[in-house]
Every structure is written in C-alpha cells, then in structure tokens.
C-alpha cells in the first residue's frame, strides 16, 4: 500500500527488495523522498472523547492560503486563531454557501419573514425529523414492482407520458430541509441510509403515471438506491 504510488515496471525489482528488508518507517520515508505527497498518509484518529487528530498533506499553495484565512480570523476575532479556527471559518463559509440545507433553510425563513405581521418574528424554520418514524422513509409500497424499462431504455409508457417539468425551487428547499440532504432509504431493519453523496430526487409515483413535482411526491435517495427504484432489462 506504501509502494504503490510510486512502483512502475521499472522499478518493481528495487521497491519490492526494498520492501523485504527495511522498516515500515524506513519504506515511508523513501517513499516520501520519491514523491512527497505520497509519503503522508490521511489519518483521522479520536485523541479524546470529542478531539480528533487530523493528519493530511497538502501543498505548500494551500499552506499559504490556509495562514491566509488564519490571518483573516484574527484580525476579525480579535485574538490569535490557530489552524483549527482557520479550517472552521473556511469550512463555515463553504457550507453557508453551498450547503443545500443551509440554503433551504435561509431561503424559507426569508421568506417567512417577508409574509409576518409588522413586528412579528416568523418561527424559525427547522428540518422535519423522519427518524422519529422509522417507516416514514421507507420507499412508496408502489414501487415495490416498478415497471421495467425496455431494452432501448424508453419505458413502455413514454410515447403518452406527460412531459417532465423542472421541480420548483420552494419545493426543492423544503425537500433539502425535510430529508437533511440525505438519502431517506431504509433497510428492513428500519435503519437509514447514511450516505450524503451522490444524491438524486425520486418521484414516488413516477412522471410517467402522473406523478407530480411536489414535497408529498418525492424523496431523496442516493444514486445506488435510485437505481434500484428504476430496473432496466439486460440482453
């Protein structure tokens, strides 16, 4: 695993024989001497019960950027920020902005704020649990059976089936906020899907039965389970 960033036909002979007499550490270092990034290997270790060593490498460009955003924390701060403060506010910043949740909930509660009563603070808009109900993710019964796609990839019912309309963005965010911009799959054992990647959205009555665009009609699922939700035929 150590050799392999950097073991070619070339010089297979000399990185094995390497491997077969020196020290794990020793053969780190070589590698590293080699090629330098590949010498670091990622780590994320629990140090206590709520701090984590991170350990990664990176460039020297990142580096400097990095004591950039320290810099700037500081100075907004008013105090000295160390690496973790920096790594946060860059964090933050990156998910505010492109954190489909986040978004969703900014948007509504802007939006809520704008329909109050003159004085009158709207309730802040919070994410609908589903974990509370263990089938409520389940996948619609309906689809249980989904019809199969022909050999050509066009379903048997696409020549009548309705055109299909872009989702709304309102109902896009509330999708984000209900499901936490997580897959809502649930095994047997009524356990969720964790994976947050990857994420597609799925009608439970399809488009092609007349299914509609709305917060009722869909759920999130990540793309293995999605594909699931749509069989094909194989030749």
């Not at 960033?5 to 590293?32: C, F, M, Y």
């Not at 199969?148 to 896009?172: F, I």
């Amino acid at each position: 695993r150590k050799m392999c960033s950097v073991i070619t036909p070339a010089n297979q002979d000399h990185w094995l024989g390497l491997g077969k007499t020196v020290s794990s550490k020793v053969l780190e270092r070589e590698v590293a001497r080699v090629n330098p990034k590949a010498g670091v290997t990622e780590s994320a270790t629990y140090v206590t019960g709520d701090r984590i060593a991170l350990r990664l490498g990176v460039s020297h460009e990142f580096m400097q950027q990095l004591k950039r955003v320290q810099d700037l924390e500081s100075q907004r701060t008013k105090r000295p920020a160390d690496r973790e403060d920096a790594l946060r506010a860059a964090v933050d910043a990156y998910l505010e902005k492109h954190d489909p949740v986040r978004r969703a909930a900014r948007i509504t509660g802007k939006a809520e704020k704008a329909k109050a009563p003159p004085n009158v603070l709207p309730n802040a808009v919070q994410p609908v649990s589903r974990q509370a109900n263990p089938t409520s993710n389940r996948i619609h019964p309906s689809l249980a059976q989904a019809t199969p796609r022909t050999p050509s990839g066009s379903s048997p019912t696409s020549q009548n089936a309705p055109k299909r309309k872009p989702t709304p963005a309102h109902t896009t965010h509330q999708l984000n906020l209900r499901d936490g911009s997580r897959c809502a799959q649930q095994d047997s054992q009524g356990i969720r899907c964790n994976s947050q990647r990857w994420l597609e959205h799925h009608h439970l009555t399809p488009v092609a039965k007349g299914g509609a665009n709305t917060l009722e009609n869909l759920t999130t699922l990540c793309h293995v389970h999605h594909r699931q939700q749509h069989p094909t035929f194989t030749s």
